[in-house]
């Protein structure tokens, strides 16, 4: 893994936190309520659980949730069920430096690294977020990432208590079909290794 590489990893993850063993993670190398200071000098901290834009190179900014990498299987936050990273993402973990674990909002719940000058809050700035749902080259990227941004929006409307009966039954549906996509997919993985024995 090299700096600016953006290889995204499938959000497989069996249980909804992954199984297994699990390495640990010193707070020296993983990123929990980093400050970032902007081009206008304003400071910004970052931590778990919050939604950012997230940049990777090659691909338009995109929205994503920032995950504690020690997430243990089965933790909800304010009524959503948050996945904890399979190992295969978490063996990704740069060596050196700091980075945030994110989680986007993309169909395929793609897990990545990224450093915080690549992040930026979601949701804060509404001239921000016009600009960065705007950056999609094609018309199915910029529909890919307005779709995304509307997931990032129920999520806010969930955690911070605004969201309907309706939104929030909507989003535990669908966390409960991301789920069991998941747990299939690592079925067939496994199934896949077992007849390639």
């Known amino acids: 893994w090299q700096e600016g590489d953006c290889r995204l990893s499938s959000g497989i993850n069996a249980e909804y936190g992954g199984g297994g063993s699990r390495r640990q993670y010193p707070s020296s190398r993983s990123s929990v309520g980093d400050e970032i200071v902007s081009d206008e000098g304003?400071?910004?901290?970052?931590?778990?659980?919050?939604?950012?834009?997230?940049?990777?190179?090659?691909?338009?900014?995109?929205?994503?949730?920032?995950?504690?990498?020690?997430?243990?299987?089965?933790?909800?936050?304010?009524?959503?069920?948050?996945?904890?990273?399979?190992?295969?993402?978490?063996?990704?973990?740069?060596?050196?430096?700091?980075?945030?674990?994110?989680?986007?909002?993309?169909?395929?719940?793609?897990?990545?690294?990224?450093?915080?000058?690549?992040?930026?809050?979601?949701?804060?700035?509404p001239e921000l977020d016009s600009t960065k749902m705007a950056e999609g080259r094609k018309s199915s990227g910029k529909k890919g990432i307005a779709d995304a941004y509307k997931r990032a929006q129920v999520h806010l409307r969930v955690v911070n208590g605004d969201a309907s009966e309706n939104e929030k039954e909507k989003e535990k549906e669908a966390e409960k079909t991301k789920e069991a996509e998941e747990e299939k997919h690592e079925v067939d993985k496994e199934r896949e290794r077992k007849l390639s024995d």
């Open 42 to 125: 304003t400071t910004t901290t970052l931590k778990p659980m919050d939604v950012v834009w997230a940049k990777c190179a090659g691909y338009p900014t995109y929205p994503a949730l920032i995950v504690d990498p020690n997430t243990s299987p089965g933790y909800t936050h304010h009524g959503i069920p948050i996945p904890s990273p399979p190992a295969e993402v978490l063996v990704q973990q740069p060596e050196k430096g700091q980075y945030f674990l994110v989680l986007f909002f993309d169909i395929r719940r793609t897990w990545q690294w990224l450093p915080h000058r690549k992040l930026q809050q979601l949701g804060v700035d």
